[in-house]
Every structure is written in C-alpha cells, then in structure tokens.
Nanobody, 125 residues
C-alpha cells in the first residue's frame, strides 16, 4: 500500500507562485513514475505534469509548460510541483499520483494506481 499526502495549496493572486509537495509513505516510491493532475469544479481530472522514476524525463500539459516544474527526491520520497505565473484558470484541486507499472505515456488517469487526497489551489484575478 502507498499513501500520498499533498500539501502547499492555498490562495494566491494571479501572477504569483506556489509550490506543492507530495509525501509518499508505505511501499515503493522509487521505481515508479509520479504525476500531478488537477480537477476544477464541473470538469474532468486533467493531466498537469509527470516525471520518470529516475527524474531524467519530465512531461507537461501544454497549458502549464514553461510555468510549472515537477521534480522528485527519491531518498525523501517526495515529489514537488513548482508553479509560477499562476492564472485564475489554474484554480483546481491538485492531486499527486503514483504511476502504475503498466503505464505507457503517464498522461492519463488510468495509468496511475495510487492517489492523494488533493490540495486546493485558488488563483484570484
């Protein structure tokens, strides 16, 4: 079993920055890709960013490319999402997830097998 706990969400003005953290406990963390997704009210959960288990490859949704950075520390079992130049449309609940070993692109929710409870990010205009 793997437990994922997100933190760092909050209220920020447009143009501001936030860093989200995801702490993992339980079974294996290293060896698996990790991802961040978000879900706004009335919308489906969408991919934000993913990182390979070594950390040498990262992937971003077009909507956040150049503004968000994903990173991981396997020794500390943490993955972070640094968000800058935030926009009101970034407002959502952000979820951390562990990639399934069956995953291929890690762009889709079905490629992840463990999820955190989410942390709210609200960007005011």
């Amino acid at each position: 079993q793997v437990q994922l706990v997100e933190s760092g969400g909050g209220l920020v003005q447009a143009g501001g920055s936030l860093t989200l953290s995801c702490a993992a406990s339980g079974r294996t963390f290293s060896g698996y890709a990790m991802g961040w997704f978000r879900q706004a009210p009335g919308k489906e959960r969408e991919f934000v960013a993913a990182i390979s288990w070594i950390g040498d490859r990262t992937y971003y949704a077009d909507s956040v490319k150049g503004r968000f950075t994903i990173a991981r520390d396997n020794a500390k079992k943490t993955v972070i999402l640094q968000m800058s130049s935030l926009k009101p449309e970034d407002t959502a609940v952000y979820y951390c997830a562990r990639g399934s070993y069956l995953g291929v692109t890690y762009l889709h929710t079905h490629e992840y097998d463990y999820w955190g409870q989410g942390t709210q990010v609200t960007v005011s205009s």
